[in-house]
């Protein structure tokens, strides 16, 4: 199975989202699994050519799972309909600057940057923008980094200034988001190609800076 079969085997679980369904195509789900699993190893081998900070990352360890965690959610379907990844140095993003690679119909994209820090790793961005403005507002007009990304995804922003900050502050727009995340989408045509991995990992070259600026802000 390639990158065009998950896609068929995820358009088929979104119609059919539940537990009995899925135990019935389960062997199907291994084969989609597997061969994600294949894609993430074709990618890290690409993506440790210009970060070798993920040199000693498992790639077939990388993926997330696809059962949901229904305990405090109203929307109760038991399982994902996309399949994720996440790369950074110490696994899969968790409070550090990393990659993001996501796989389903009508909403592929590959994602870099750091997803709702805490409150400390926040103040730490926050301050290195505040200090440092210049060296983001670089990164963001590299010509390779403008040519993949649009700027910061605005889905996790305050409305007014962050505390400590005015509201006229010259960099206003950058402090206020909470997420520091860049995305770049794909068609479902695009994802089926089967160079795919290697433009994800061009997409993944050009947000590296940005990593690299998140990273000394948080050392």
């Keep these: 199975m390639?990158?065009?079969?998950?896609?068929?085997?995820?358009?088929?679980?979104?119609?059919?989202?539940?537990r009995e369904w899925f135990e019935k195509n389960k062997a199907i789900y291994l084969e989609a699994k597997n061969a994600f699993d294949d894609f993430l190893e074709l990618f890290h081998r690409e993506v440790v050519k210009f970060d070798p900070r993920l040199a000693g990352l498992n790639p077939r360890k990388q993926a997330f799972r696809i059962y949901r965690d229904v305990r405090f959610s109203k929307d109760k379907r038991p399982y994902k309909v996309n399949m994720g990844a996440g790369f950074s140095p110490g696994g899969k993003m968790e409070q550090e600057?990393?990659?993001?690679?996501?796989?389903?119909?009508?909403?592929?994209?590959?994602?870099?940057?750091?997803?709702?820090?805490?409150?400390?790793?926040?103040?730490?961005?926050?301050?290195?923008?505040?200090?440092n403005p210049e060296k983001l507002k670089k990164v963001m007009a590299g010509r390779s980094f403008k040519k993949c990304f649009a700027g910061f995804d605005d889905f996790d922003k305050v409305k007014t200034a962050p505390k400590g900050y005015p509201k006229d502050h010259p960099q206003i727009d950058l402090l206020k988001h909470k997420s520091f995340i860049?995305?770049?989408?794909?068609?479902?045509?695009?994802?089926?190609?089967?160079?795919?991995?290697?433009?994800?990992?061009?997409v993944c070259r050009a947000a590296k800076p940005l990593n690299d600026y998140l990273n000394e802000a948080l050392a």
């Design 2 to 18: 390639d990158l065009n079969g998950i896609l068929r085997f995820l358009a088929a679980l979104k119609r059919n989202n539940n």
């Design 182 to 202: 860049v995305s770049h989408a794909f068609t479902d045509a695009e994802v089926k190609k089967p160079t795919h991995f290697k433009k994800v990992a061009e």
């Design 97 to 131: 600057p990393g990659y993001y690679l996501h796989v389903e119909p009508g909403n592929c994209f590959v994602a870099a940057g750091i997803y709702m820090p805490d409150s400390g790793n926040l103040a730490k961005i926050r301050q290195e923008i505040d200090y």
